[in-house]
Nanobody, 118 residues
């Protein structure tokens, strides 16, 4: 497995921005897909965005045009830039890493709380 350490969550007003970071170690980072998931109270964990090792991205419909996932393979780090935040974006956000050359996510970060005030 790969070790993932997240940072960057917090409290923001609706319409504001936050950037989450996820530092990875223990696996060939550039060969892993990375993803961001979130889980709000009483709801199932859902995928927010994913990015392959080659940089192909995919987003949940609810965040398209507002969130951007990116990766820096030299720094073994993945980012989630969140703009125009809405109260419904509030959740615990988790970074995830896939198995090498796979889209099966098997490693998870500790979770980072994002709170959006209206």
């Amino acid at each position: 497995q790969v070790q993932l350490v997240e940072s960057g969550g917090g409290l923001v007003q609706a319409g504001g921005s936050l950037r989450l970071s996820c530092a990875a170690s223990g696996r060939t980072f550039s060969m892993c897909a990375m993803g961001w998931y979130r889980q709000a109270p009483g709801k199932q964990r859902e995928v927010v965005a994913t990015i392959t090792g080659g940089g192909r991205t995919n987003y949940a419909d609810s965040v398209k045009g507002r969130f951007t996932i990116a990766r820096d393979n030299d720094k073994n780090t993945t980012y989630l830039q969140m703009n125009s935040l809405k109260p419904e974006d509030a959740a615990v956000y988790y970074c995830a890493a896939s198995r090498v050359s796979s889209m099966t996510f098997d490693s998870w970060g500790q979770g980072n709380q994002v709170t959006v005030s209206s």
